[in-house]
């Protein structure tokens, strides 16, 4: 049975790492979300050491925060990051969560099924609520919150005219999880609130 899980990344998947961030520059698409700054690193292992830094990084704008691959069948899908706590710029607009899919796995489940996991994640951190926020015109990413129980607070224009729809989970409507690795049926079946 398919299986997604979300992997810290290491040196060993260097060559999934790029093959992951090329399909998006071959795409036009040269942010990548969720991805703790691989779209532009200079290589992969200084990125490596640069997102075991963000770990425990806690100094002007940066808050503590873990970058994950989600892996499925040993592809890496997409990526996510989880921030520990909330600054004054994620509360209004970068929010807990931020994540992105590759452009050839997009509306195959799989965001969904990733912030599912990282709200276990969060759960882990001692995260009672999780702020996830996203453009107002992002249907995929606002449908991906709703699923996994997401609360409209409000939504906040912001500078370049874009407007940010804000979202509270709580995550204690996530079911615990005894397994590192859950699968995709128990995600769909159990665990996302329909
Ligand atoms: C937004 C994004 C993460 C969605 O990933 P995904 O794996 O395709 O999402 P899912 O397959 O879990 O789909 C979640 C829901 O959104 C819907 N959806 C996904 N993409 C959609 C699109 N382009 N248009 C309309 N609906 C869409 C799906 O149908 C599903 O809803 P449903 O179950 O009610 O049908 C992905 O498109 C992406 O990486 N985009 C670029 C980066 C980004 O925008 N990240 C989020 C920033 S807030």
């Known amino acids: 049975m398919q299986q997604l899980k979300l992997v810290f990344p290491t040196l060993e998947m260097e060559k999934q790492a790029i093959d992951y961030r090329q399909e998006h520059f071959d795409s036009g698409e040269h942010e990548i979300h969720g991805d703790g700054g691989l779209d532009h690193a200079a290589n992969y292992s200084e990125w490596i050491g640069k997102i075991k830094t963000d770990l425990t990084r806690d100094e002007g704008t940066f808050v503590p925060a873990t970058t994950y691959f989600a892996v499925v069948d040993d592809r890496i899908v997409g990526t996510i990051q989880i921030r520990h706590k909330l600054n004054d710029f994620l509360l209004g607009y970068g929010g807990h969560i931020g994540y992105g899919v590759r452009p050839s796995e997009r509306r195959k489940g799989y965001a969904t099924k990733m912030l599912t996991v ?17 453009d107002n015109d992002n249907i995929g990413s606002l449908r991906t919150i709703i699923k996994n129980g997401g609360i409209l607070e409000n939504e906040l224009p912001q500078e ?13 409507s996530v079911k615990t999880l005894t397994s590192k690795t859950i699968t995709l049926r128990a995600v769909r079946e159990s665990v996302i609130p329909i």
Not at 118 to 134: F, H, M, P
Not at 160 to 172: E, H
């Open 160 to 172: 370049d005219g874009s407007v940010t729809q804000r979202y509270w989970i709580a995550i204690s």
């Open 118 to 134: 990282a709200l276990e994640k969060c759960r882990e951190l001692g995260i009672n609520r999780a702020l996830v926020t996203c």
